[in-house]
């Protein structure tokens, strides 16, 4: 009973002192800890930079929360995202697709070396404009929202599939 106590209290001043500095660390310090435990230094630098000018959607609920860290919240909407991905040429790495299908994981670059990572939901194929919609968290700070828009508009380098999606009606090359 009171080692279940003691592990209580030591929960929530770890949920105070998180709440307080912001869960900082990057992914790298979290490669031995659970998967939802980890975490990468790029959400926590925020892109307020870039809300200006963009045409930011509705704000989400946090369902997978994690809505301070980009890489944890794509990863809680696709299990299958590749670990290691604190900085921009970690993300480039992965990229094997140069167009939108849902459950793909778009990489966009940013001002920051850490650059940023949103959830592909849907994609209206239609040919003109060819609409992708992006759940994302930490793109406005410590906020999940939704952007929805044309691959340029959203400025979005590629993306990260997992294997399967590409299909022999997709509507271009990987």
């Not at 003691?6 to 998180?18: D, I, R, T």
């Not at 140069?98 to 949103?118: D, K, L, Q, W």
């Not at 400025?155 to 090359?173: E, K, L, M, Q």
């Amino acid at each position: 009973m009171f080692r279940s106590q003691m592990k209580l209290v030591a929960l929530s001043f770890l949920s105070l002192s998180l709440a307080a500095t912001g869960c900082g660390g990057v992914e790298a310090q979290y490669e031995d800890a659970a998967p939802e435990q980890q975490m990468s230094h790029e959400e926590q630098v925020g892109h307020a930079d870039h809300a200006h000018d963009q045409d930011i959607g509705a704000v989400e609920s946090a369902v997978c929360g994690n809505c301070d860290n980009c890489v944890l919240h794509a990863r809680c909407r696709q299990p299958k995202l590749p670990y290691g991905l604190t900085y921009w040429s970690d993300k480039v790495a992965i990229i094997n697709s140069n167009h939108a299908h849902r459950g793909c994981v778009a990489m966009i670059p940013t001002s920051h070396v850490y650059g940023h990572v949103a959830y592909v939901s849907g994609v209206d194929t239609a040919p003109n404009p060819n609409r992708i919609t992006l759940q994302e968290a930490n793109w406005v700070g410590n906020t999940c929202s939704s952007r929805t828009g044309t691959k340029d508009g959203l400025n979005i380098r590629n993306y990260w599939c997992p294997a399967g999606v590409h299909t022999s009606n997709c509507a271009g090359p990987m």
